[in-house]
């Protein structure tokens, strides 16, 4: 339904106030081009070497990539049609679901993990830079660490210079975004070409790991392992994009269609996630070759090149950086800061407090090793998104019809208000969904403290993001069929 927003609301601010149809000028070419432009990034690049460190083939690790994203891309689309439909972003669509006032829950939950990867990608970003002035300079920038933060001087100020980029973009809002995804997008797919034949021309081939047979053969290293290895791998390939997957309606709400948004997500998300996989682990197969071992990190890959192609490769990295955080980690959280704090909080405020919060995170310990980055980061915070999914897909698509009362959603009191501004339905739901994956993920984030978990809640934490979604989906129709 739509009619007059209160725009005096208490809840209401111009950044989360309907998008108008006049502005809605995204089509389903800037959608593929933002998608190409986040999946193009060195996180994505080191998915599938943390797959083969856990003992898979170098297709197997492609395989599970795919599947995964092709998994996420179901509820990515079905969560866009709110957007497109509504032009209102995550945090307001959300208000259906867990109230006027509850909706702060999944947008702090949200903006938080978003904090984590803008922090990460910060780190890669500076990290680049870093390895450029030490190039530049004989490595003049190299020195003892910190002792509390664990990295030196110099890494700490490449990243807060890296840091620092990001606030120019902020101030302009989505547009600019919007404007540098579609304008890097094809040069990025070039770059990839171009160093899969530098991969190709230097090795005289790719080497012997893309046919090298996975640890779980017989005789292997993990013989009979692959189910227990593939299902946590799927599951975290899934949670590298749910955050997204919540809250696309921050890019769908610009839509010009629902075929817009589900044609350009579908072309841009799970084919280039595959074969940015493929070039990782094509590209690393040959570095064995070419420097005697296995080189998964693209800055430290493209450091070793000789010449002018150091600098350029460098450089390409550090604004492919600055465009995916951008994109995937500045946009949301932005959102859900205004929404959690609308009358004071605008999108550039919460941009910049998500800079903020990145700092803090340290997000270099995140992901300093594969088990970290792999099966506590990403499954961890799958364990808290996926229960958020399940709740508003079932509420958007099986209770509301895809019908809502956007005025409603800007009135405290009105008929997204349930009890003081909280749906107690979603808050049970959620809860429920989450606590049988806390085990697990205590088990994984501290494994001396939490050794003795019992190996059924270690196991059902492998398929946190699958049990926390499908429980949360049930117990929340329930709770609403029974009030109503």
Known sequence: MTGPVDTSSGIWNEDLAPVPPERRTWNWIHYASLWIGMVMCIPSYLLASGLIQQGMSAWQAVGTVLAGNLVVLVPMVLIGHSGAKYGLPFAVIVRSSFGTRGNKLPAALRALIACGWFGIQCWVGGSAIYAIANIMTGGALAGDKIGWLGIDPGQLVCFLFFWALHLWF???????????????????????????????????????????????????????????????????????????????????????????????????????????????????SATIIIYGEAVWDPVDLAGRLEGIAVAIGLIIITIDTLCVNLAANTVGPAYDFSAIFPRHVSFATGGYITAGIGIVMMPWKLIETTDGYIFTWLIGYGALLGPLLGIMLADYWLIRKQVLNVPALFEIEGEYGFKGGWNPAALIAFVVAVLPNLPGFLHAAFPGAFGGVPGFFVEIYNYAWFVGLGISAVVYLVLIRWRG
């Open 170 to 284: 902020i101030r302009r809002g989505p547009d600019s975004i919007r404007w540098i995804e579609t304008v890097t997008a094809p040069l990025k797919i070039l770059i990839m070409l171009a160093l899969l034949w530098w991969a190709w021309d230097k090795a005289g081939g790719f080497g012997h790991l893309l046919s090298a047979p996975s640890q779980f053969v017989t005789g292997g290293a993990k013989e009979g392992q692959f189910w227990a290895v593939f299902w946590p791998g799927l599951t975290a390939m899934v949670g590298f994009w749910s955050t997204l997957a919540i809250n696309i309606p921050d890019f769908t709400r610009f839509a010009r269609s629902q075929k817009d948004q589900m044609l350009g997500q579908s072309v841009g998300l799970p084919i280039p996630m595959a074969l940015l996989a493929f070039v990782s682990v094509a590209v690393t």
